[in-house]
């Protein structure tokens, strides 16, 4: 069996990272879209945490505590416009949720 | 010597190792990644949820074969204790049943794949080409032969994120509770009924 | 093989710490079996002794005193039906409850019962049990979800809600006691468990004593949200609901409630132990460094036989007092040998206490271990006791009033005591 590298870690990443996008370019519900950028941010994290153990310093594991900090405040505000919204025109669909203003 | 290719400086099994750590990363990553695609695939949106809680897990015991406990902590603190709950509240309330009889994807996804796959290339062609270019070191770290000591140190090392985050890094932090506050005072205003 | 038994028994890493799987597995069979007892007697204590707070008598039919009520209440639910709402989704139902047991039970894994008996000492230990703990909220959540009906989603949500704003509270007074732990000789600080109660070891102090009004406020914070956290009175609310409307487990019927149950005593017991290892010096016996002599380890190492020794005297003057009619035979006999067991394990421990009290050997370190687990698990039933306390005494909150304490007191209180006790450390 192969030994385990930071190639390895890096190519779960990049997978997660890629489902991400899948997942926010083509989902019909708003909150799996959601959902699909924390997967992003997730994945982003594994990277920033397998560099930073690959140089044998905490920067990197600094830096994805930072970024779970901020997927925080972003899940927290993205799904707050998400009920503001579904208050107004009672759908969570992203093919209606089309107009600018109304 | 590269140590990507090197087998020499990353075995696990050269004394004392933790056992059987290439099965514990197919497991931890074949879960993670079964979970993504569980969370972009399901029509059910509670369903969706859990299969990122679990992703989330996932991830977490993975940054503890990383040496990473505290980041690891964070994680399921935050992730997968805080933001979770917050995606399952909003799941059910706006949980409404044309949701779950509508299609699953949306009017132009075959872009979005194409886009997906376009960036998937763009990944394997970094990681096919550039596999040289990692530098020479780091990796002796962790799978050495002295693997009790070396995750004594790096374990160790909690105390060194306190030193991080207020002494070099206290800006950031700072800046990171500032946006806490922010991101707080948004959502409450939003969901109010009357401004 | 008894070699091999007695190098483990002598051991002074935890199995995690030593890195041995199959002692680590020993380790959390031992809990799994233990917690299991554990539930089991607090479901007897806590009807019996609600019970004789109001005034009668609770289970005394079904063995000698209601001994064996837990295991027909087990039996009974075994034996239910499986009900499971027609609308609900099949695998969220089934999987609810085991989210909220593995959550309770995963605790216990950084829970140190002395110095070296933890399954795993994670340098992390409270970041971890932290976490586990507000996993616990999410299997509630979606029980409430899964069963397709409008009450249990709604407890189900106040259940959560609650939970996760004590969780904060909880949080911070957790960090006030670690703060503590940073003011050792060595200077640094740990988050480990059994580094705490080492470091309270080291300081000479229980950190509940420790700058008299702080760590008394920051225990008191803890033990309140801890309280809240596991959804007992008096923050009922969502529990209670069940018993006059609906809760999240409403539509649990049989063993799924069962497992509900287990995991809510599981938590119950778990946060009291994490209570325990911050506050009350975990596994130590009162006064290690004042009362030092070998004299007073001997005679604080009688206690775990003079307990039990008490505990046989009071099943045995139930014995002589049960009442003389045939019908009651048996449960004499059957209280009679419960005495005798009892008495049993106190001759045991006297004998392993006056043996070890000369030897040096592997004899005195098992005299070490059981005194360690003997203080801890009485501590620990102190709060389970305050737990059923608290439970008879008081009304319950209303949901808007618990939700008020959680935010506006609990948190500015908890905030302060944390400054106040950095600033107060730094002086001092």
Redesign the interface.
């Known amino acids: 069996?192969?030994?385990?590298?930071?190639?390895?870690?890096?190519?779960?990443a990049?997978?997660?990272?890629?489902?991400?996008?899948?997942?926010?370019?083509?989902?019909?519900?708003v909150?799996?879209v959601?959902?699909?950028i924390?997967?992003i941010l997730?994945a982003v994290?594994?990277n920033l945490?397998?560099f930073?153990?690959?140089?044998?310093n905490?920067?990197g594991?600094?830096f994805?505590?930072?970024v779970?900090?901020?997927?925080?405040?972003?899940?927290?505000?993205g799904?707050?416009?998400?009920?503001?919204f579904?208050?107004n025109k009672?759908t969570?669909?992203?093919?209606e949720i089309d107009l600018l203003k109304w | 010597m590269n140590?990507?290719?090197n087998?020499a400086m990353?075995?696990?099994l050269s004394g004392g190792a933790p056992v059987a750590?290439?099965f514990f990363?197919y497991m931890l990553?074949g879960l993670?990644?079964i979970g993504?695609?569980l969370?972009?695939t399901r029509r059910n949106?509670v369903h969706?949820?859990l299969a990122?809680i679990v992703?989330?897990l996932s991830?977490a015991g993975?940054?503890l074969m990383?040496?990473?406990p505290?980041?690891a902590g964070?994680?399921i603190i935050?992730?997968a204790g805080?933001?979770m709950v917050?995606?399952l509240f909003?799941?059910m309330?706006?949980n409404?049943e044309r949701?779950s009889k509508?299609?699953?994807?949306?009017?132009?996804?075959p872009?979005?794949?194409v886009?997906?796959c376009t960036?998937?290339g763009l990944?394997v062609s970094a990681?096919v080409k550039g596999?040289a270019l990692?530098p020479d070191?780091?990796?002796a770290?962790?799978?050495g032969s002295n693997t009790q000591e070396i995750a004594k140190a790096l374990y160790g090392?909690v105390n060194?994120?306190g030193q991080?985050?207020f002494g070099q890094?206290t800006f950031?932090f700072e800046i990171?509770s500032l946006?806490?506050l922010?991101?707080?005072l948004?959502?409450?205003i939003?969901?109010k009924?009357k401004i | 093989m008894p070699n091999f038994i007695m190098s483990y028994l002598g051991s002074t890493l935890t199995p995690g710490g030593a890195g041995n799987q199959f002692w680590a597995l020993i380790y959390v069979l031992i809990i799994f079996a233990g917690v299991s007892v554990a539930v089991i007697a607090m479901n007897w204590i806590e009807r019996k002794a609600l019970a004789h707070f109001q005034i009668r008598l609770g289970p005394m039919r079904v063995g000698p005193h209601g001994l064996l009520q837990p295991f027909a209440d087990a039996l009974k639910l075994m034996l239910k039906e499986d009900i499971i709402p027609s609308e609900a989704d099949q695998f969220v139902f089934w999987v609810a409850p085991l989210i909220g047991l593995l959550a309770a039970f995963t605790v216990y894994t950084v829970i140190p019962f002395g110095p070296s008996q933890a399954v795993s000492d994670m340098n992390i230990g409270i970041l971890f049990m932290l976490g586990v703990s507000s996993l616990g909220v999410l299997g509630i959540v979606v029980a409430g979800w899964a069963s397709n009906s409008h009450y249990p989603l709604i407890g189900a949500l106040r259940s959560s809600a609650q939970m996760v704003s004590y969780e904060v509270a909880m949080g911070l007074a957790v960090v006030s006691a670690i703060v503590m732990t940073s003011l050792n000789t060595s200077g640094t600080g740990t988050l480990s468990m059994i580094g705490i109660v080492q470091a309270q070891q080291q300081q000479g102090v229980w950190f509940i004593f420790k700058f008299f009004p702080l760590g008394f406020i920051a225990f008191g914070i803890f033990a309140i949200a801890m309280v809240a956290e596991t959804n007992r009175a008096p923050f009922d609310m969502a529990e209670a609901e069940s018993e006059l409307t609906a809760g999240y487990h409403t539509e649990y019927s049989g063993l799924r409630w069962s497992l509900f149950m287990l995991a809510e005593y599981a938590a119950m017991i778990a946060v009291s132990s994490i209570a325990v290892t911050l506050w009350l010096g975990g596994w130590m016996r009162p006064f290690p460094n004042l009362l030092h002599a070998p004299a007073w380890d001997f005679i604080f190492s009688l206690f775990p036989g003079l307990t039990f020794a008490g505990l046989a005297a009071i099943a045995l003057i139930g014995t002589v007092r049960m009442p003389s009619q045939s019908f009651f035979k048996i449960q004499r006999i059957g209280l009679a040998i419960f005495a005798g067991l009892l008495g049993l394990i106190a001759l045991l421990l006297l004998v392993v206490a006056v043996a070890g009290r000369s030897d040096s050997g592997i004899v005195a370190r098992f005299n070490d271990g059981i005194g360690y687990v003997y203080w801890f698990v009485l501590k620990v039933s102190v709060f389970m006791y305050l737990f059923i306390w608290y439970r008879a005494t008081w009304p319950r909150y209303r949901f808007d009033q618990l939700m008020k304490i959680g935010w506006k007191v609990m948190l500015p209180i908890s905030l302060g005591v944390l400054v106040v006790t950095a600033i107060v450390g730094v002086i001092f």
Do not use: C
């Open positions: 069996m192969v030994p385990i590298t930071t190639l390895h870690y890096l190519v779960v990049a997978a997660l990272f890629v489902l991400g996008v899948i997942g926010v370019l083509t989902r019909r519900n909150v799996i959601l959902m699909s924390e997967l997730n994290n594994l945490v397998a930073s153990h690959m140089w044998g905490l920067h594991q600094l994805a505590i930072f779970t900090v901020d997927a925080a405040a972003e899940a927290a505000v799904l707050g416009i998400l009920i503001a579904f208050r009672e969570i669909n992203v093919d | 140590p990507i290719l087998p990353n075995s696990a750590t290439p990363f990553s993670a990644v993504g695609i969370v972009i949106a969706s949820a990122l992703t989330l991830v993975l940054y990383l040496y990473a505290f980041v964070v994680q935050v992730y805080g933001i917050l995606f909003v799941i309330l706006v409404i949701a509508d299609r699953r994807f949306n009017r132009i996804w872009i979005g794949l886009a997906a960036l998937m990944f990681f596999r990692f070191r780091g990796m770290l962790s799978e090392e060194r994120f991080y985050t890094y950031a990171a946006l806490l922010v991101a707080i948004g959502a409450v939003m969901t009924k």
